[in-house]
């Protein structure tokens, strides 16, 4: 199956003294194509906050290969890379909208808590568990 | 009365392709003074919020004289020129710790919340009214 | 004449402890939304900073009126308030796309500079001065 | 040799909906982090700016272990872990400043930039080709 891709407009106040897109801004990107991407999947942030749960970052990778410009349009392809019940392993590729030019790739890793309290959506939350479980499956044969 | 200024050093990743600090980032600074200005008066942060009291901006106004760059440091002083009981008006005043040019003036306004309500600290906090209210009392004669 | 509004759909990124969007986006979104504005009305940056002219924020002014939350789309309305050749004033109207309710209204004042040097667009870029002269109009009539 | 660790207030901007700081600040507070380190060993931004030379972040990576907030000092540490002449690899320690609480570790990679242009420090800069080569080999030392 194959979800929209993300696409976000740089701003101005994105950029940088060097001209590009100050690098810490494509961690903030991850982020809002998770969110879409999530409730492409049927997990929307509001469904999966109103049942009590949060999926904090507990690690963040990216690699920077190009140098993404102000006004550009860039494309965020997310997909499922692991997923253990307890750990949810997302991966990002982002480019450029009307080149194609590969801007930077990276890696989110992601607990689930119910409180404070680390749960696996196994328990807490079979439906999304089972969505989850599928992509899971879908990516490795991609692969 | 004579409190300390606050100083902060301007950041990479608050400069922007002009190769300035992109001038949303003053807002920041502004609540970054404020918040250490009320704790030397004696209403820190915590401690109001712990009383149940939030005090959100209602109205922010920033005038740009001359362009901060990376590495400077500013030093921003900030005053209360008025206050109701049920609003409070700060002003603040940026500048270049170095050589003292100025680099932007600015206000804010804020009102008293207490859970979703709209309070007065003359019955909130009986205590923040009495030192809003001397300090907007030393304010006039300063002027 | 009627001009496209702007859509930006309100990130967790910029959200802040209270659960609303820290008030110093608005002025990004500010931002975005001239942006998109200038483009529209025949002013695209590019093309202005390619003929070597900028036009730096030279006063903002955000009065807050209800909180937007994350996931909310925002629409966002520019209008021309003034324009004498050396500057140009913008004035802001930001909605719930949903709902219409008002989050805030704004204000932003601009120069224009060729270099570092203040430039009139009179002499510096007739067709951009005939452009906002006839918006200023325009908007006058509105009123 | 013992390096000064880098000192930075969590500010209310920084902080998210869940009322912790926002995971993108980290990447953020490495950069601040960075400088002064960089100023530290002899290798001051501007000097290194001076001499047309930038080394740009290639892969950043940020490991989560536990949440800081509004309000907190964090001390960050951040040592030489490799360094190539061609590219740079330093890691981040963040604690809370009052408890030693760890709050994240990180690591970023650089490369060097003469115009657009990959260069070795060994030829464009040899003394601060020196600097880092012997940072290096104490860093090793220590491990």
């Known amino acids: 199956m194959q979800w929209e891709p993300y ?3 740089a701003q101005y106040y994105e950029t940088d003294g060097m001209g590009i897109i ?3 801004n494509y961690i903030r990107w991850f982020e809002e194509a998770r969110v879409d991407f999530l409730a492409q ?3 929307p942030f509001e469904q999966v906050e109103a049942r009590g749960i949060v999926s904090p970052v507990i690690r963040v990778v ?3 290969k ?8 860039v494309r965020i392809r997310v997909r499922v890379t692991g ?3 307890a750990k949810l392993f997302l991966a990002y590729r982002v480019e450029d909208a009307a080149t194609g030019a590969l801007r930077c790739t990276g890696e989110s890793s992601h607990c689930f808590l119910c ?6 959506l196994r328990r807490a939350a079979p439906d999304y568990d089972a969505i ?3 992509l899971t499956l879908e990516s490795g044969e991609e692969g």
Chains 1, 2, 3, 4 share one sequence.
């Open 115 to 120: 409180g404070e309290r680390p749960v696996s």
């Open 132 to 134: 989850l479980r599928s």
């Open 41 to 43: 999947i049927g997990m």
């Open 83 to 85: 997923y253990t019940g």
């Open 22 to 24: 100050h690098h810490s």
């Open 66 to 73: 190009t140098m993404a410009r102000f006004g550009e349009t």
């Open 7 to 9: 696409l976000h407009k």
């Open 62 to 64: 990216c690699e920077y």
